[in-house]
C-alpha cells in the first residue's frame, strides 16, 4: 500500500467513526426527546437502522440511468405510438410509460411486474420471438453492452452484442423507430461487466438504419446533462459516456 493510499484509508475510516459516533449521540438525543411526547412512536436501540452517508449537500443519483430514461420517455411522450415494446432497458422506464403508453416489456430474466398498459414476458435477445419488420416502436437501452459476457446467465460470446443489435434491426418495422442507449468513450470489454464503443461503432453496428437524434451524457457534469449534437472533442474525451441514439428503419 502507497502512502497515499493508506492516508485515504486512514481519512475514510476518521469520517466513518465520526459519522457512527454522531448516530449515537442523535439517538440519544431523539430518544430523550420522545420520551416527553405522549403516544410517541417507541424508540428503541434494537430497532436501530444506521443511515449515516445520506448527509450530503444535494441529492446523489445516477446520471446515466436519470437522464437517459427521461430522454426516451419524453421522445415517446412527443411520438405517442399506439404500442412500444421494450428489451431489457430500466423497469423505472417501463413500468413509468406504461401510464401513457401501452408497454410490452421482455427480458432474459423476465420482471413479475402487474400494472396496467404493461404486459411482461421472456425473451433472448440473440433471438426475439417477433416476425421480421413488425414492431414500429421500440427500445433496448443500457442492455446490447452486456450480452455474451455471462454477467446475468446469459451464454459467453464475444460477438453477442453485434448479434443482439442484428436481431433488434430484424424486428423493427420499415419506418419504425428504436431508442438505443450504450456506453459511449474509450472502446474497451470491461469484463464482465459491460463493453464501452465509440460513437462510429455504434453507428456501424446498428447498420442500416439511420441516425435521427443523439444525445450524450458525458462523465463530467461541467460539460452538461443531455447534450445534443456533441462536439468530436467532447465524444473523444469520454470514458464511460452515455448515448442515447434514436435510430429509424428506412
Same mark, same amino acid.
Given at each position: 500500500?502507497?502512502?497515499?493510499?493508506?492516508?485515504?484509508?486512514?481519512? @475514510?475510516?476518521?469520517?466513518?467513526? /465520526?459519522?457512527?459516533?454522531?448516530?449515537?449521540?442523535?439517538?440519544?438525543?431523539?430518544?430523550?426527546?420522545?420520551?416527553?411526547?405522549?403516544?410517541?412512536?417507541?424508540?428503541?436501540?434494537?430497532?436501530?437502522?444506521?443511515?449515516?452517508?445520506?448527509?450530503?449537500?444535494? &441529492?446523489?443519483?445516477?446520471?446515466?440511468?436519470?437522464?437517459? &430514461?427521461?430522454?426516451?420517455?419524453?421522445?415517446?411522450?412527443?411520438?405517442?405510438?399506439?404500442?412500444? $415494446?421494450?428489451?431489457?432497458?430500466?423497469?423505472?422506464?417501463?413500468?413509468?410509460?406504461?401510464?401513457?403508453?401501452?408497454?410490452?416489456?421482455?427480458?432474459?430474466?423476465?420482471?413479475?411486474?402487474?400494472?396496467?398498459?404493461?404486459?411482461?414476458?421472456?425473451?433472448?435477445?440473440?433471438?426475439?420471438?417477433?416476425?421480421?419488420?413488425? /414492431?414500429?416502436?421500440?427500445?433496448?437501452?443500457?442492455?446490447?453492452?452486456?450480452?455474451?459476457?455471462?454477467?446475468?446467465?446469459?451464454?459467453?460470446?464475444?460477438?453477442?452484442?453485434?448479434?443482439?443489435?442484428?436481431?433488434?434491426? @430484424?424486428?423493427?418495422?420499415?419506418?419504425?423507430?428504436?431508442?438505443? $442507449?450504450?456506453? $459511449?468513450?474509450?472502446?474497451?470489454?470491461?469484463?464482465?461487466?459491460?463493453?464501452?464503443?465509440?460513437?462510429?461503432?455504434?453507428?456501424?453496428?446498428?447498420?442500416?438504419?439511420?441516425?435521427?437524434?443523439?444525445?450524450?451524457?458525458?462523465?463530467?457534469?461541467?460539460?452538461?446533462?443531455? $447534450?445534443?449534437?456533441?462536439?468530436?472533442?467532447?465524444?473523444?474525451?469520454?470514458?464511460?459516456?452515455?448515448?442515447?441514439?434514436?435510430?429509424?428503419?428506412?
Amino acid at each position: 500500500m502507497t502512502a497515499r493510499s493508506a492516508a485515504r484509508a486512514v481519512r @475514510r475510516g476518521t469520517r466513518a467513526l /465520526i459519522a457512527r459516533m454522531r448516530f449515537v449521540e442523535q439517538f440519544r438525543r431523539f430518544r430523550m426527546e420522545s420520551a416527553d411526547i405522549q403516544q410517541a412512536l417507541p424508540v428503541r436501540w434494537s430497532d436501530r437502522y444506521p443511515c449515516l452517508h445520506d448527509q450530503t449537500s444535494q &441529492t446523489e443519483f445516477d446520471r446515466h440511468y436519470v437522464y437517459h &430514461t427521461a430522454w426516451a420517455a419524453r421522445v415517446l411522450a412527443a411520438s405517442r405510438p399506439s404500442a412500444h $415494446v421494450d428489451i431489457g432497458s430500466d423497469l423505472r422506464f417501463v413500468t413509468i410509460v406504461s401510464a401513457f403508453v401501452p408497454v410490452r416489456f421482455f427480458d432474459y430474466r423476465p420482471a413479475p411486474l402487474s400494472l396496467s398498459g404493461l404486459s411482461t414476458g421472456k425473451a433472448d435477445l440473440l433471438s426475439l420471438p417477433f416476425p421480421g419488420g413488425s /414492431i414500429q416502436s421500440l427500445s433496448c437501452m443500457h442492455v446490447v453492452e452486456h450480452i455474451g459476457l455471462g454477467r446475468y446467465g446469459d451464454p459467453l460470446d464475444v460477438a453477442g452484442d453485434a448479434k443482439a443489435a442484428k436481431e433488434l434491426i @430484424r424486428v423493427l418495422a420499415s419506418g419504425g423507430q428504436l431508442l438505443f $442507449v450504450i456506453p $459511449v468513450g474509450r472502446s474497451r470489454v470491461a469484463f464482465n461487466a459491460h463493453r464501452v464503443y465509440s460513437f462510429q461503432q455504434v453507428l456501424a453496428m446498428l447498420s442500416p438504419l439511420r441516425l435521427d437524434e443523439f444525445l450524450l451524457i458525458p462523465d463530467d457534469p461541467r460539460d452538461g446533462d443531455l $447534450v445534443a449534437r456533441p462536439s468530436e472533442r467532447l465524444l473523444e474525451r469520454q470514458e464511460y459516456g452515455c448515448g442515447c441514439f434514436r435510430m429509424v428503419k428506412p
